[in-house]
């Protein structure tokens, strides 16, 4: 089966977990290239630091070295980073604006036996950045794709933020134009769940004022440049927040955005309102069907749960009477 083949040559290329290939032993691989030319490559995504150099892994190091060619979202980035770590691996560029253009040639070089290593400037390849349309690509192909474990700003500030983490939703970027950014925050309003986003330091103060107008004052933080001497992280409600940045000159780094999910106190409330409006358009012989549509699209609460409510406080006045 061509899987277990790819995946076997993979193993003899890059060694295991435990160690890699002995360079001692005679009967070790030429690591530059896979033995059989007639078995596919394999497409290995590397995440990089997102900050402190001294955060990649020595498997990820490794890869770097022994592919036959790295496709990176900036060669110029990725320099400074192969420099540091003495990798003279032969890199191209991989970004937004040519992966279109590049994603068959990168393929034709995995299907004739080339290693790959895929890399962002930092962190993860492919959230939010460039990659997903060669790992589709590779995969349609039966081209073995491994990711590797690393670095990345979502789960470096979630565990600091002082948010609840067992569960979260990642956003990524929102976007730049005020009314779809908007209608993106709003989607976000109900999910139960603290909400992750990336953001470019000069949108930050604007990314905040919407999320606190459409999103209510809810508790968040700030991670900046995480991993780096000055790395901070800014808790508080988004007002706070709002007004800790009003105050900077100018805004510079790295930004990886956290805000909690809607808080249940304010979800009880929303009830005992609801409550109060079913009551009223009962008293004033309103139509089941009616209240049910009225008050669910009010409170942006369920149908079928308003409904439940109207029945309930229906049985419940008819027993008193």
């Known amino acids: 089966m061509i899987v277990t083949r790819i995946q076997a040559d993979a193993v003899r290329t890059f ?6 290939a002995n360079p001692n032993d005679p009967m070790a691989p030429d690591l530059s290239r896979q033995e059989a030319t007639n078995v596919s490559g394999t497409l290995f995504l590397v995440p990089t630091p997102i900050g402190n150099f001294n955060d990649i892994s020595l498997r990820a190091v490794e890869t770097l070295r022994n592919v036959d060619l790295i496709a990176a979202e900036d060669t110029r980035e990725a320099a400074k980073l192969l420099r540091h770590f003495c990798i003279s691996t032969r890199t191209i560029s991989y970004h937004d604006h040519n992966e279109s253009a590049r994603t068959p040639g990168l393929i034709e070089r995995l299907k004739g036996g080339s290693n790959l290593a895929l890399m962002s400037d930092a962190g993860t390849p492919l959230l939010s950045d460039p990659g997903f349309r060669l790992v589709t690509a590779a995969i349609q192909e039966g081209i073995l794709v491994t990711s590797l474990p ?3 700003a979502i789960t470096t500030a979630l565990p600091a933020s002082g948010l609840p983490v067992s569960t979260y939703y990642f956003v990524g970027y929102l976007p730049r134009k005020a009314g779809r950014r908007i209608a993106t925050i709003k989607e976000t309003e109900r999910i139960p769940a603290t909400l992750v986003f990336f953001e470019a330091p000069h949108r930050l103060l604007e990314t905040l004022r919407d999320l606190h107008g459409e999103l209510g004052d809810r508790q968040a933080a700030v991670g900046w440049n995480l991993t780096k001497e000055n790395e901070h992280i800014f808790r508080g409600t988004l007002s706070e927040l709002l007004a800790e940045f009003s105050s900077w000159d100018r805004m ?3 930004i990886t955005l956290m805000v909690a999910a ?10 005992e309102t609801a409550a109060q409006a079913i009551r009223l358009m009962l008293e004033r012989e309103v139509s089941s ?5 009225v008050v669910s699209e009010l409170y942006g609460l369920p149908k079928k749960a308003v409904y439940e409510m109207i029945i309930l406080m229906v049985e419940d006045s008819e027993i008193q009477k």
């Open 289 to 293: 069907r009616v209240i049910r549509d």
């Open 15 to 20: 060694g295991s977990d435990a160690g890699g």
């Open 150 to 152: 690393g670095p990345s």
């Open 252 to 254: 510079r780094g790295e």
């Open 262 to 271: 809607a808080v249940e106190e304010n979800r009880d409330a929303q009830w």
